[in-house]
Every structure is written in C-alpha cells, then in structure tokens.
C-alpha cells in the first residue's frame, strides 16, 4: 500500500514536565498561546484491509469491461504522488455501450415496484455501510481528504443518502400532488472530485429510487471509490446495467452529456463547464440538473456567539482543503468585532494540523491535484499582487504531494480577484461592513448564489438575512450542515435544481 | 438585557473594572450545538504512544485527588495521602499528583500526612457543596480551611447568581480571597446548575474579576459535572481574560472524570485552546477520586505493551 | 358635433408608464393599428424597471399580492368589452376572457399557498431546525407567443408575479392589441409600476438581446417556437439563466409558479 508522507514536524518533547519545569517563553512568531509541548504522535490509519487492483475496466452491464481504446490512466495518491491504479480511459464507443446498457436496463428497472427499488437501495447502503472502513481509506488515499472528513462525514453522509432515498422508493405516490411521476429514463451523472463518493450518492440515489438508471461519470483525480461502488453494486445483485461507470478525462464527460439516449444530465462541477452543457442541451427537451461554484459569504454581526462563529468560518473554508462549492470563502466581518475576531481567527487556524490525510489527527489534507495547487498558488499570488494582507499559519509542509497551508487574506476590496473568483482552496478573503444592509449588498454582489452563513444572537436578525441572502443555502448560525432530506443547489450561476429532499426527488421525475 | 446591565454595573463597582475592553467579556453570548461540535473535535483526537504517555504522566502531577464523602476519617485521608505522595510505592518514576483535595475538618490530618511533599492540602469551603449558608459562616470557615490547605475550593454562590446578583456573588468570592491571605482560590462555578452556556461564561467570568485563582466545573455532588462542551467555554472565557487584563487564570475540570481517555481530553482542549502555559498544575489541575488507578493503568500499557489488571494498583 | 372616433395609440407599458417605442418605429399587425416595435433599448428599459421593482413587490406579504392579483381580475371583467372588442369579439374572444378571469383568481389564490405546496420541514440527522422555501427568482422573460392574443399572457405573468417576480413580456407579435390593453388593467389593478412591462414587437428584434441579458433570472419560452427556445436557451447558458420550455396549454397549476421560484433551505441550531 501507499507510503505515508514526510513527517511534518518534530517538535521537542517532555515526558516528565514535573510542576517547576520551566514554561516556555511566550510568543514566537506572533502566535498568542504557543502549544508546542504537547505533540500528538502521528496517529495512522491503517491501510493493511485495502486491497486495490492494479487495473480497473469500465463498469458496464453489470460488469468490469475493457475500454474500446485499451487505454488506461493513472491515479495517484496526491499525498506522495505515488501511483495508486491504473484506470480505463472511456472514449464515444465505451459511453455508447454504457448508454445501450442503462436503457436496457431501464425497462426492466423502471417497473420494479417501488418496494423492489428500495430493497436494492438499502442493500447498497447497508454495503456501504459495512464497507465504510475500506472506502474512507480509499477516499482519502486517492483524493488526499483528511480521514476523520471520509471517516465521519463522506462515507457515512453516502450510506445515509441511500437509505433516506430508499425510504422514497416505494412512497412517490405520496409525494406530489401532481401524481407518483414517471421515471425520465437514462440519467448522464457528472460528478466532481471534492466528495468522489458522497457525490455519487447524492446522483445515483433519487435517480434510482425514481425507477431510472444511470451512466455516472467519476472525476478524473478521484475514480476509486466509485469503482469500488461499481464492486457494491455487484456485491448487492443489482440489476446489470442500472449503475454503470464509465472512468476518464473531460472529453469522456463532454461524450456522455451530450450522448442522445438520454433523458437527464445531472453535473456538479465548475460554472464554465455547466455552461457548456447548458449550451449543449439547449432546446433539446432534456432534463438538466446543475450544481456548480460559489463565493459564498459569511456574514457576522458583533452579537454573533464569537467563538463559535470562528469555529464555522474555520469550517466553512478549511473543510476538505477548501475544495466545497459552498465554501464559505469570503467572510464578511462587522467592523465593530473585526480585531477581537481576527484575533480569534488567526490563533484558531494556527492549531490546524495540515498533513498526512491518513493521521486521525489531521484537519487539513493535501490539495486534490497539481492542477488545482496550481490554480490556487496563481491566486493567492493575485490576491498578493492586488496588496492584500496575507497570513498564513508557520505550518512546516511535506515535500512531496500537493499542500498549500491555510490562508486569511485581510485587506480585501470587493474587487480583488480573491473575492469574486472561486479558489476552490482553503484561502479565505476577509472584508468587513458596518450594516446589516450593507453586509446584505456585499453578500450578494456576486454572480455566484450558492450558500451563505450568517452568525447572530438575534432571532428577527436571523430571519431577515436569511430572506435576503441570495443563496440556495443559508447557514445561520451554523455553516456546511449537509442531510438527504435538506434541498441543497444554487441560486443564479451556482446552477439550478436541488439534490435532497422532496425537491430534489422531482428532479428525477417527469407529470402530467 | 437586565442581566447586561447588572453586570456592566458590577464592573463598574467592582476592583477589576479595568478588564472592560473591546474584547467580548462576560456577556458574550454562546451557541450550544457548535461548542457540543468543538468539544467533539477534542474528544476525537487520537493520542497515542509517546503522546499518550506525555499526557498520562501530565495528568498525574495536575491531579487533585479527591475525597469529599460524609464517611471520610483521618484513616481513609492518610491513605489517599499515601497514594497521592506515590501513586505506585514501587515505581519511583512516576509522579506524585499536585494536591489531596479534602473537606476543612479533615485539612489537618491532610496536612500532617503530606508535611515535606510537593503535594498541596486543598480544602473545599464555603457550605460546600451547596453553598446554602450565611456569607460569615462562608468567611470563617474558607479561614480555618486555610490554616491548613494552600488552595480553598469555594463554592460560588448560585443561589445568588441565578437571582442577578452578580455583585453579591462576586463580593463573596472577594471576601472569600481576602480571608484565604496568599491561599490559591478555586472558585467553583457548578455549572450542571447554571443552565447553561451563556451562564456559564458570565460565572466564569464573574468569578476571575472577582479573584480566582482558578476557575472549577464542579463539586461532583451534582449530575451533570464537568462536560467537554463546558470545558471549552471556560477555557475560552480564561483566554479572553488573559487578553483583557494579562491575568492568566487556572481551569480545573472536576467530577465524573474516571478514565485517561476523557482526562486526556480535557488536556487536548486545554493544549489546542490555551497551550504551552497552561500545561502544568499552577494552570491546570483535574478534580478526580477514581482516575488515578486508570491512568497508572494506560501507562503501564504503553510501558509494558499489555493490558493490566485494576487489582495490580492500590485502591485510594 | 360628431367626429371621427377617437382612436387610442397602442403604447408599450414600461415601469407603470405607457410609452412608444424609443425605436420611433411601428408595425401594423393587426388593422390599422400602429403597433410599438419594441427595441433592444426598450427592453433594456424594462428589466431595469422589473429589477428596480421586485424586491418591493416581493416584499409585500403573499396575502396582499393575491389581492392585488384579484384586484386585476376585477379590473379586466369591467373593461370585458374593450377585450372582446380587442380580441375580434365572438363567443371564442368570450371564451379567452373568461379563462384569462379563471387564471387571475387561480393565481390570485395561489399566492400564499405557494410556501406550503412547494416548501418543507427537513428532519435532518442533528440538532438543527430546517426548512426550505420558495423564493421568487427575480426578473422573468416571458414569450407570451401568437397561439393566442391573451390567455398564455395573463397565465404566465399572474404564475409569475404571484410568487413575487417582476416579469418583462413580449405579448403576441400577429396580435399585439390584447396584450398591450392588459397594460391598462394592471394599472388601474394597482400593480406596482414596473412588476409588468409589456412590450410588443418583432421576435428577431428582442430575442437574442433577452437571451444573453445577464440581469434576467428566467426565460418563460411560453410561446417559443423551437428555433426560437433553442437559440434563447443558447444565449442563457451564458449565464445560468433558467429556461421553461414552450408550453402547449396554458397551464392552471400552482407548479407553474414554483418552476419560476428558487428552493431556499435555511439551517439553525436548536440549542440553549
């Protein structure tokens, strides 16, 4: 299995510090509170229970098939750079034969009972469930994501997705007013590589529990636990062809939206692309389902509880590397409490451990892959260069694999490039306002309306933001809350339709 | 909004008004669910090996060991003494703990006991643990305790909190330091009693204007005692202080701490929200009578690479 | 003495006001009428007096839009005779403004039922109180389309402007005159200036400048041929703008408010 990192740090140690040991000397570089005494080993997760191919196929009809090119690429561990698997590169013939088999599939699968579909999907999510140890390890071996995020949050967030839309299978009649619906037929799936496993969740779950199939497309980056889903599948007896993966580049995503034999494209991934599909699929009758970027804002206001409105702004833009679409990546700070919550800020994200994503220990990760650090480096250095204030953490980084340690930049115009592009990175842009009206105007001036977070003591304050936040998600109070039977999508360029709860199962259904 | 001004008032009136700043103080208000999310993030850390051992040893020599029962006898505190002195007779490697934590009547004995060893007599006083008595019995006994004991674990007033009257309550505790001379103060908060966060911040704070020394969870009389969730908001009130007025002040979690794990974790809230200097008995001290056995046991573990048997280690 | 009749200059109806073209141009579809040729500035015109009026129009409670809305419906059953006449008289102009009424009083009543039918209570895994809402999308464009002078006109924006929308319309370009006099009667109806603005003119003229208009929220493609629906559906991709497909009958269906409304889902702990 894969080598862990470098060791990040080696910081001296005390076994005996008896009550008249020396305390060590106050503030080194600017850091309030200095906490070096007390290190926690690295604390690994094993990777001995996994065991990956050295070559995966495409899942196709309920089987692992070699791609039409022969061609296959590798995913690394962006952790050490080391190979990981190779994986099957798709082309037009592949996505084809996919298509061919989820409308196959389609007809036998779209008349199941609703009580048949669900059996199938808490089978899954019970395997996935019962396999969880092994796919957070993947997850976090072959996207870098920190394995307390997989542990806690991706794998178990997966597993109970499939079941609140198993729970659907058999009660669409009771849904709508407008009827039980009809399933659309074959669903193209796009997904990104932040949440690999929890994206496909989120696709693959109301897409079949409304009695339709799919031809889901992992991100290049970060394909394993979808193969090792494709393996669930298996494991669970679905129907062949009602779940098929078809792995590879952009081009392979680019075949499969604009494939013929569909009746739905859902895609979670970058605006520009989003656009294009929306382009592609222009006129054509074709359901489309877009969630993309965002800029969120977070707002706090100087009654806000300040400790823990720091804790979600720590959250809301360090959470998996800040590679979220609903990052919380520019905070909006009353200027009355500017200082005091700065000062917070920066004490808090001097504790964060960045490093190896496999120590139970770690908070941040490595970045996903030399393209995104390198998208982030370019801005940070434009953020740099528009003469904000940029402060980073003196966290020491390994050599190999891609990290970029968290940063706060101060000093932010409305107009810097930091604050109205979405990094995708843990870089948060702080900016700050003197009224609720006008933390409201910045909060919205952007063509991004993903999420937003708002901290307040005031329960009327509260209500009247969250109306007017132009965002598919207010966090108040709270920031990156995610559950099955929460709506989840954007407002404006963020993207239209909503995954999760009832809203997000119409989505998958055609009345009248 | 009537407890704002109250307190504000008492600020005024009080000897550390001077700690107003532009720091959130005493007021601030707290959500509940994201401390419950922070104090989780504690607990969830993995402290293994060399660490595990580290704060094994740590928490030994910030132990308070404890017995505050009814049955107490001169017999039963010099064998806590005993075990607080050498907490293994035979292993001179590890530590003793920082104090033999007693009710005021059997302070003497404690202190007979404990003559020529690092370790401190901390009596509790004050009507403790209810605090139900008038404010000159409070003051006389906190002076006879402090013959005897170094440290004075007083009771905070609750009744009197829970009323507003935070001047009341702080006057006690400054009464209460004034009797003691240079005796280190605990001020017991009970939070389990307060209801809640927000009043355990304003306590807290309450109490640090008023002259505590440290800042302690509870008496262990009342259900729920010390919480990781109220850990951290005392922590965090210890941190505004610092900051307001360069007085760093002690936390002492007490009650229901009987395993390392969760000892273990009130040191990673400790270390990750105040650090290095709060890493030693003058800043830091847990309130247990049963966790002792368990640490010893978790040392040994890591020492000897198996598990142990409780019967192995002397009761205390 | 008697004249000749006193004939009424078709106006475009923009911001409350009714106003020519800024084009300066006409075109007679029907009759002798000079129609208004709407312009790309006209348009322009219009989006910025929606966007300028939404949020007030938003803001009001969903009881008083539903009375303003049946205020219209009012409005139009006394001025029946002027839509008759507008729309050729018969019994089938009869039959439009019946159903156009039957549209205004469904919408009407729709307004504030629209939470309820499209939003939820989410019992999500944790200690959070969660709901989601529908909220207006904004400003909409709506195609009314020649398959009928009226009724897709007053569906669509009573739809739209019951959830809280501020709609810009191009109304019938064969035959304009029923959808202009609407303009009338959202005024005396007491429809804030600039919730509806009507427009008329040639499709070629509007519609790639409305398709790629980055400040409107949703194209209706209502009555859009499919040429029409492809090529405003291109330009939105640019950004993001939602589209609704060309419809074949006017729809009586609160789902057709809530397609032109966002999901808004909102968190908050539920603690002391």
Redesign the interface.
Known sequence: MATSPPKTSARP???????D?P??A?GEAGVE?????????P?KESTEHVRLEDRYGLFIGGRFVNPHSKAHHPTINPATEEQLALVAEADASDVDRAVEAASRAFLQWSRLSGGQRARFLFRLARLLQERSRELAVVESLDGGKPI?ESR?FDVPAAAQHLFYHAGWADKLGFAFAAGPGRALGVIGQVIPWNFPLLMLAWKVAPALATGNTVVLKPAETTPLTALLFADICRQAELPPGVVNIVTGGPEVGAALVRHPGLAKVAFTGSTAVGKEIQRALAGSGKRLSLELGGKAAHVIFE??????AV??VVNGIFFNQGHVCCAGSRLLVQES?A??FL?RLRLRVS?LRVGDPLD??TDIGAINSRAQLDRIEALVQAGVGEGAHLYQPGCELPDRGFWFPPSIFTGVAPAHRIAREEIFGPVLAVMTFRTPKEAVERANNTRYGLSAGVWT?KGSRILWMSQRLRAGVVWA??YNQFDPASPFGGYRESGFGREGGVQGLAEYLEFS | MDGWVHNRDQMRNSAAASTLS???DGA???????????ARLFS????????K???C??II?CTDLTTLEGSDTRGRVEVLCAKAMRPVPDDA?I?AV?AVCVYPSQAATARRCLQGS?VVVASVATGFPSGQVPAEVKIAEAGEAARFAEEIDMVMDRGAFLEGRHLKVQQEIAGVKEAIGDRHLKVILETGEL????QVRRASWLAMEAGADFIKTSTGKIQPAATLPVAVVML?AI?DFA?ATGREIGFKPAGGIRSAKQAVAY??AV???????W????RFRIGASSLLNDVLMQIYKERRGGYQSPQDFSEA | MTGPTVTKTPKLYIGGAFVRSESGLVYRPQSAANVPRGSRKDLREAVRAARRAQPGWAGLTAYNRGQVIYRVAEMMESARSSFMLALGGGRQAGREVDSCLEALVFYAGAADKLSQLGGSVNSVAG??FNFTIPEPVGVTFLVAGDRRALLPLVTHVAAAICGGNAVVALVSSARPLPGLLLGETLQTGDVPPGVVNLLSGMPEDLLGWAGSHRDIDLIDCCGCDPQEWRELAEAAAESVTRVLPPETTPALTPSLSLRMMEMKTVWH????
């Open positions: 140690k005390s076994l005996d510090l008896l009550p040991a305390v060590p106050e509170f200095p906490n070096r005494l007390f290190e926690y080993e604390a307390r806690d009654d806000s509880p300040i400790d823990q804790e979600g409490i200082e005091p000062r504790r139970k220990n003591s109070n709270t | 532009a720091t959130p601030v208000s707290l959500d509940q669910v994201a401390v419950e999310a922070r969830s850390r993995s402290v293994k090996r060399g660490s051992l580290f704060a040893n740590l020599t490697t530590p920082a690092p209801g809640g966060l927000d965090e941190r900051w040191l990673v270390n990750e929200i105040l650090g290095d200097r890493l030693r008995p003058q | 200690p959070f702990p539920v603690g002391l």
